[in-house]
């Protein structure tokens, strides 16, 4: 797994691009949400809040996360 991401309820649903996302002022969900990446070449995210689902497709946001997870021990 790799990186721990927020997101609103409306984007939990389906998939997701930028172009849809909400404002960064709307309200943060209730639960705790979890991202990872899911292949990182492709910019593949997977974002889970409760039993909901997203995937979000961001190849700057995944190789960032990449380059993080590298670093750990």
Not at 10 to 27: E, F, H, I, K, N
Not at 58 to 67: F, I, P, Q, S, V
């Amino acid at each position: 797994m790799v990186g721990v991401a927020s997101a609103t309820p409306q984007v939990l649903s389906g998939s997701a691009d930028a172009s849809t996302l909400p404002p960064m002022d709307s309200a943060a969900p209730s639960r705790t949400v979890t991202a990872y990446v899911r292949d990182h070449r492709t910019g593949e995210i997977a974002v889970m809040v409760g039993e909901h689902q997203v995937i979000h497709h961001d190849r700057a946001l995944a190789g960032r996360l990449a380059r993080i997870a590298a670093t750990a021990k």
